[in-house]
């Protein structure tokens, strides 16, 4: 049996869970996701948790089984609480800043980059190199943070670029000389 798939997920303060035949709506205070579950994949609410089950033990509904178990989770837990990830800014000159939706970047180019957020995500910057994404959706939050990230990625050189916070940018030496 599956560790992850097995494990009840439980429904906190606030977050209601509707599932109509195969799709589990999930609504809560930060906002509402749905996920729609393959065939071989059951969910039902029981004693204030969701628990996930699959129909029988072929391998492509033991794949699934975690799966879908960890996507109902990352739902629960994003409407309640949400997620964030934070991007930091390394280079002289480099910095961000927000108006309204949009975020204006300043990375060494002839033009600043201009990025719109998708409605369901918060941009905050502070400081002026400190970049946080925050929102409901785990996968757009962290899809966010990468296309901000892939503007000018970490140079293994001196560092500069946009790197997320806590990752460590592996240098490379440079010319060594006579």
């Known amino acids: 049996m599956s560790r992850i798939g097995k494990l009840p997920i439980t429904i906190p303060h606030g977050v209601d869970v509707k599932i109509d035949d195969k799709k ?5 205070p930060k906002g509402e996701l749905s996920h729609q579950m393959p065939g071989l994949i059951n969910a039902g609410v029981k004693d204030g948790s969701i628990v996930v089950t699959r129909q ?19 739902m629960v837990e994003g409407v309640s609480n949400g997620f964030t990830k934070t991007l930091e800014i390394v280079g002289i000159g480099f910095r961000a800043e927000v108006q309204g ?21 918060d941009l905050a ?36 670029g946009i790197k997320y916070e806590g990752e460590h940018v592996r240098r490379k030496a440079g010319k060594t000389g006579i």
């Open 56 to 74: 029988n033990e072929t391998k492509q509904s033991l794949a699934l089984h975690g799966l879908n178990r960890s996507l109902i989770a990352n």
């Open 101 to 121: 939706k949009n975020m204006s970047l300043s990375l060494g180019f002839s033009h600043p980059i201009i990025f719109q957020a998708p409605p369901e995500i």
């Open 125 to 160: 910057v502070d400081g002026g190199t400190r970049i946080t994404v925050s929102g409901f959706d785990k996968q757009l939050v962290g899809q966010v943070a990468a296309i901000i990230r892939s503007f000018k990625k970490p140079e293994p050189y001196k560092g500069k």
């Open 24 to 28: 589990m709506t999930v609504k809560g």
